[in-house]
């Protein structure tokens, strides 16, 4: 018998449970934290500009042509795309839950790769982006002007350079998206009238500012090879990309045959500004830059926000005067309070435990081993959902909360087991030799039973599939894990704890006789009594069947007799009625 060996070998079943809860208790530092499983498909995300069109010659240039080589991508579950009117082009592709996003984004990649060849060249200059997104952002940060002494402009220039990137370097970071981002562009506004007194079209003069605005690489002097004994060698370098308003003013569009030079500033000017003007933020009327921030699928929620929210107060140390910043969305609060309600239920559950057992079996010896078998299920629980995956979020929380009433009754059973032929005059170890052999059965029935209830959840396909998964296979876990240390650990501690009745008392259990002594002698007498009065109601019960039966039938026919006389009444009105 199995027991019989961890009987023998208290030790070997202690360092099982240790092994057990201390799997668990490192585990659980490593466990990402969220409010609910993730549920929401995984999705990969291209983006691409045409700068000037309108949303119909992207959706038939750009949309038809990257979506006909994306559809049909494994495990894709549909895909949706968005083309507006400032040239942008969003296609978000949903995949199965389950895949992995990093395969996913690969293989839109490819796809996308195929279409490159047949996108507009501005396009393709431009940049097609495909990057796996998560689908819950976890906070914003707002960047603002309180006086109004920084536009949008500054404010967005500011957050890029300074801010973007550290928040970008954060372990469990996945995204962070600049809203109203307004990059500093060189914007070259010409007159029409003019280009059409000197026969020119704009695209003229992006011709120009393409062929002189352009970083040449123009070679070295004295470079092997070189006649005679050349030891120097120097690079040549010369002024490439212009930077200033003068110097985009200065670019030559036309030379006339007469010698005269017709130049950007002759038809137009040119300015720093925003790239693009199409979005206004504000907040409270004034300018004011958001900051979008996506957690990966797997990392703690709760110390991610804490990382950014300590890095945010570092930089805010260096902002200029007359900037602040403030969390405008945060989703860690309702985490934060949900997860501490959820441990206030798990105390109060495991103290009402306590109390249970310590009135029912009115002794510190025979109580604490049930109360030992809490942690090692429990905590050991933490382990399984480690290695599954799992994160710490409300279901599994919820159901480890209701597996503490199932892993104490193992031990509960095994300890009353114990302690009933205790009472008959055997020693503690026979006791538990003899408990066990009675109860090994059912303690192993009752595991599996229970295993084979909520292990079916996990076989639940869907959204519908993913909460329950985590839910039933908390539940099972913890149920195997009672089911082990009910037969290593709690007859072991039975056989060393549990002491005679008559046995000489410690100290601990004088104390608990003298302040708790009333009460447990008071549950007693009530005990005593209700078991009592249940048991002579049930006999008396059981000796008069005839009475029941005979109350049975009367009630049987006062009901037909009530049914038969209601019938010439119903015929009755029913005559008169016709």
């Known amino acids: 018998m199995l027991s019989r060996f961890f009987i023998a070998r208290p030790i070997f079943a202690t360092v099982i449970s240790i092994l057990f809860t201390l799997a668990g208790g490192i585990a659980v530092f490593y466990l990402p934290i969220a409010q609910y499983p993730p549920v929401a498909p995984p ?7 045409y700068p000037g069109a309108s949303s119909k010659v992207v959706a038939e240039t750009v949309a038809a042509t990257i979506e006909q080589q994306v559809n049909g991508v494994q495990d894709m579950l549909y895909m949706s795309s968005q083309s507006t009117s400032d040239g ?19 293989l839109v990649q490819n796809r996308v790769a195929l279409a490159l060849p047949q996108l507009p060249d501005v396009v393709r200059q431009t940049g097609v982006t495909t990057k796996k997104r998560s689908p819950d952002i976890l906070l914003t940060v707002s960047l603002n002007s309180p006086d109004g002494r920084y536009d949008q402009l500054y404010l967005s220039n500011y957050a890029v350079l300074r801010i973007k990137d550290e928040l970008a370097r954060l372990p469990g970071i996945s995204e962070v998206l600049v809203f109203g ?14 280009l059409a007194v000197r026969n020119l079209a704009v695209s003229d003069v992006i011709a120009a500012i393409r062929e002189q605005n352009f970083q040449p690489a123009i070679g ?8 005679g004994k050349q030891l120097l060698q120097i690079p040549l370098t010369i002024k490439g990309r212009l930077v200033s308003e003068e110097d985009f003013g200065n670019i030559v569009v036309r030379n006339t ?16 500004n925003a790239r693009s003007q199409d979005i206004n933020n504000r907040f409270d009327g004034k300018p ?98 480690y290695f599954v995956g799992f994160s710490l979020n ?37 006791a538990a030799l003899k408990a066990m052999e009675e109860v090994s059965g059912p303690v192993v029935a009752v595991g599996l039973v229970l295993t084979a209830v909520f292990v079916p959840c996990t076989f639940i396909s869907g959204i519908v599939g993913q909460f329950f998964r985590q839910f039933a296979l908390t539940i099972a876990v913890s149920t195997v894990l009672s089911t082990i240390n009910s037969l290593t650990l709690s007859p072991a501690l039975a056989a060393l704890l549990l002491r005679k009745p008559g046995s000489r008392r410690d100290p601990l259990t004088w ?41 049975y039938v009367g009630l049987l026919g006062l009901t037909g007799w009530a049914t038969a006389s209601s019938r010439p009444a119903l015929s009755r009105r029913r005559t008169r009625a016709t």
């Open 220 to 227: 070295q002097v004295g470079a092997p090879p070189t006649p």
């Open 394 to 430: 409300n279901l599994t929380l919820f159901g480890l909360v209701l597996a503490i009433g199932i892993v104490v009754d193992d031990a509960i059973v095994v300890v009353e087991s114990v302690e009933h032929h205790i009472e008959k005059g055997l020693s503690p170890r026979q």
């Open 511 to 551: 104390l608990l006789d003298m302040t708790l002594g009333w009460l447990f002698r008071l549950f007693d007498f009530g005990f005593r009594k209700t078991t009592s009065v249940y048991t002579r109601a049930v006999g008396g019960l059981l000796r008069v069947p005839a009475l029941v039966l005979v109350l």
């Open 181 to 194: 981002q307004r990059d500093y562009s060189m914007r070259v506004w010409v007159d029409p009238d003019k």
């Open 288 to 385: 004011t830059v958001g900051l979008a921030i996506w957690q990966l699928p797997d990392a703690n929620a709760l110390a991610t926000a804490d990382s950014i929210k300590s890095t945010m107060q570092q930089l805010s140390e260096q902002f200029p005067e007359g900037v602040v910043y403030e969390i405008g969305y945060d989703t860690t609060p309702f985490i934060r309070e949900s997860i501490h309600e959820v441990f206030n239920a798990l105390r109060d559950a495991i103290l009402l435990v306590a109390l249970v057992v310590l009135v029912f079996l009115q002794g510190w010896r025979a109580a604490v081993i049930p109360l030992l078998a809490v942690p090692v299920a429990i905590v050991g629980t933490f382990a399984a959902m």
């Open 43 to 49: 999705t990969v995300q291209v983006d691409c500009n």
């Open 257 to 272: 045959p007469d010698g005269r030079i017709l130049r950007i500033r002759d038809i137009g000017y040119a300015e720093l």
């Open 88 to 106: 942008s082009y969003t296609l978000t592709v949903t995949f199965k839950p389950g895949v992995d996003l990093n395969l996913a984004q690969v």
